[in-house]
């Protein structure tokens, strides 16, 4: 199945005609903090197609928000005509690169080649596996597993001077920090580069794409290939994505959002990026979507003449949902957000997705015996007592499953409950509550 039938969203465009290359494009969306030298890096892309790679090491079953932006990085570079690599790192993801704070859990063996395995599935849904420039994945450990301490040691270390090694931000970091960094931790640099050496030597690669925050990392590679091969290749970073308020972004709740469905319904997901405010809408547009720049820019237009439409965060909201989830996810979503306050059928939601969607809301556990409807708005605490809920009733304000209750003696029947189980009571327009019933 090819990738346009796997995900329309993710055709994009080959080369947006307001920019004379990609990079130039990459550049007006922002993509670009840091580079080697820029001037032969924009020659390179601009000419015939190069080999380039990023890698995503398996520090957990899913990747997430940051993980997103070099996932349609790649796509941008493969659009242009470029080969991606997608490296899955089965040797570093045993390792762990090292954070700012402390030291990681090491995972063992078999988890980290299971979550290889969902790392992978995940980044071969952005890339295209047909025609000229093709993608492959690819994984550190068929390389370095082979190796032996010594050799490593002697064929790859040697390249490497501990005084440039300390320098690095994230190293040093740790180095003046109480929890220290072990030699393990500190070693990863020399993994990566060693990474970029063997994908140049195996595939011609000659460019590495990362976040900003990795750029230690990946010039450990361009120094490692002009010191062992004398050849100069390329890296280029991200900007690491904050909100406008300075605050970190891609967590909701405190929780990281994934792009697995499981761990993030694709609904919480949709719901965080309609919440966008204002001030970021529009560079999250440019980084997490294909619209042209024509398209954004009209947006911006609107978000600056019509902010209360919220048009800019509805488009941003179904396009990113529709790269990550497919358009079908999406839609599925789009019909919840609007059944919940009955502008559509409830009934026709399926399980997973009506929970998602009322995750949020208040909930309550009631028993079989207990549906009546005086009963369900107490217990549901959408009225405060039995008279109150009488008086919602006698006013027309009581709603099941979007259906409006005026019988202040109406019970509701098994076959009414959603799944089997669930009832939606709403009091008014916005006041809801999922209840679950129990036996």
Known sequence: MSLTQQNPALTGQSNDQSFENVWQELKWRGLV???????????????????????FDPTAPSLHLGNLVQLLNMRRLQLAGHKPLGLVGGS??????????????????????????????????????????AARMVNNLDWTAPLSAIDFLREVGKYFRVGTMIKKETVSARLNS?????????????????DY??????????????????????????????????????????PLITNSDGTKFGKSEGNAIWLDAEMC??????????????????????????MSREKIEELEREVAERPFARRAQKELAYDVTSLVHGVQATESVIAASAALFGQGELTELDEPTLRAATEELDSVTVPADSMGIIDLLVASKLSDSKSSARRTVTEGGAYVNNV??????????ADQLLHGR??????????LAMVEVAG
Do not use: M
Request: with cysteine; hydrophobic share 35%; proline share 2%.
């Open 197 to 238: 050496l063997q994908l140049h030597k195996l595939y011609g690669c000659s460019l590495q794409t990362g976040g900003s925050d990795q750029w230690g990392n990946l010039t450990s590679g361009t120094d490692l290939i002009r010191k062992v091969e004398g050849k100069s290749v390329f890296a280029f970073g991200t």
């Open 92 to 133: 570093t993801g045993l390792i762990g690169d090292p954070r700012q704070t402390a030291e990681r859990v090491l995972n063992t063996k078999e988890t980290v080649a299971d979550w290889v395995g969902k790392l992978q599935a995940q980044v071969e849904r952005f890339l295209s596996f047909e025609g000229d420039n």
């Open 265 to 290: 319904s694709p609904y919480t997901f949709y719901q965080f990026w309609l919440n966008t405010s204002d001030a970021d809408v529009i560079s999250r547009l440019k980084v997490f979507t294909f």
């Open 422 to 431: 669930y009832l939606l009571v709403r009091r008014g327009k916005k006041n």
């Open 404 to 413: 409006k209750v005026t019988d202040l003696d109406g019970v509701i029947t």
């Open 178 to 194: 109480d929890e220290g960094i072990s030699y393990t931790e500190f070693s990863y640099q020399v993994l990566q580069g060693y």
């Open 33 to 55: 903090h840091v580079s080697t030298d820029e001037t032969e890096l924009e020659k390179a892309l601009a000419g015939d197609p190069i080999t380039y790679y990023c890698g």
